[in-house]
C-alpha cells in the first residue's frame, strides 16, 4: 500500500524567502501525487498534481514541485513566501491499485513571518 | 452552490448518542468520498460513492459508520453510538468524474466532539 511522509511538522519562514516543504512517498505503483492547502475554516485545496506527465509540475499561487523516482521525493516550492500561503499543507499519494484511495501525509504547518 | 457545503459545522455529542453529518456536493459531480481527520493528522478516507452506488467502504473504521447517498446527490455520514475516539473533523469531498481522475473539491468539514 502507498504511504507518504512529510519531513517537518512545521516550517517557519520571513515574508519574501523560500518555501521549501518536504515530501517522500512509497507506492507499489506509478503513484499519482498531489499538494493540498488548508486554510483555517477552509475546505482542503488542490495546489497541484503529478500523473506521470512532466517530473516539474506547477500549481496555483506560485508553487511547484518536482518528481523525482530515484529519491521518492515530491517537495514543495515557492521563491518567494507570502503572508497570505500560512497554512497546513498536506502531500497526498494515490497509486494505480486503488483509485479511490488517497494517502495524506500528516500536514506541514506553514507560518510567515513579517 | 459555488462550493461543497457541510452541516452542521460543528456538532458536540454525549457517549452513545447518534449523529447524522450531512453534505451537499456540487451540482453534478459524480463521485463523492467522506474522509476523517484527526486532531493534527491528515485526512484518512472512509467512503466512496459514484452517484448513488457505494463503490468502496473499506475506510470505514467500524460498523457504527454507515453512509448513504440515495439519489446521488446528498450524502449523509451516520455514526451510531458516539465513542470518544470518533472525535474528528469529518471532510466531504466531491469530483466531476468517477475515481480520482479529476479534482476532488473539498467542504470545510464538520468538527465532532464526542464528550
Known amino acids: 500500500a502507498q504511504s507518504v511522509t512529510q519531513l517537518d511538522s512545521h516550517v517557519s519562514v520571513s515574508e519574501g524567502t523560500p518555501v521549501l516543504l518536504r515530501c517522500n512517498y512509497s507506492?507499489?505503483?506509478?503513484?499519482?501525487l498531489f499538494w493540498y492547502v488548508q486554510h483555517p475554516n477552509k475546505g482542503l485545496q488542490l495546489l497541484l498534481k503529478?500523473?506521470?506527465?512532466?517530473?516539474l509540475v506547477k500549481g496555483i499561487n506560485g508553487f511547484e514541485a518536482e518528481f523525482k523516482k530515484s529519491e521518492t521525493s515530491f517537495h514543495l516550492t515557492k521563491p518567494s513566501a507570502h503572508m497570505s500561503d500560512a497554512a497546513e499543507y498536506f502531500c497526498?499519494?494515490?497509486?494505480?491499485?486503488?483509485?479511490?484511495?488517497?494517502?495524506f501525509g500528516a500536514g506541514t504547518r506553514l507560518t510567515v513571518k513579517p | 452552490g459555488a462550493g461543497v457545503s457541510q452541516s452542521p459545522r460543528y456538532k458536540v455529542a454525549k457517549r452513545g448518542q447518534d449523529v447524522a453529518l450531512r453534505c451537499d456536493p456540487i451540482?453534478?459531480?459524480?463521485?463523492l468520498f467522506w474522509y476523517q481527520q484527526a486532531l493534527g493528522q491528515g485526512p484518512e478516507f472512509l467512503t466512496y460513492?459514484?452517484?448513488?452506488?457505494?463503490?468502496?467502504k473499506s475506510g470505514l473504521p467500524s460498523d457504527r459508520f454507515f453512509a448513504e447517498r440515495p439519489e446521488g446527490s446528498v450524502s449523509t455520514l451516520k455514526i451510531q453510538r458516539t465513542q470518544q475516539e470518533d472525535s474528528a473533523v469529518y471532510l466531504c469531498?466531491?469530483?466531476?468524474?468517477?475515481?480520482?481522475?479529476?479534482?476532488?473539491?473539498f467542504g470545510p468539514g464538520t468538527r465532532l466532539t464526542v464528550l
Open positions: 469531498a466531491s469530483s466531476l468524474a468517477p475515481g480520482w481522475v479529476t479534482e476532488q473539491f
Open positions: 507506492s507499489s505503483y506509478s503513484p499519482s
Open positions: 503529478y500523473t506521470s506527465a512532466a517530473t
Open positions: 497526498v499519494v494515490s497509486d494505480g491499485d486503488n483509485n479511490n484511495d488517497m494517502r
Open positions: 451540482s453534478g459531480h459524480v463521485s
Open positions: 460513492f459514484q452517484n448513488e452506488a457505494q463503490l468502496d
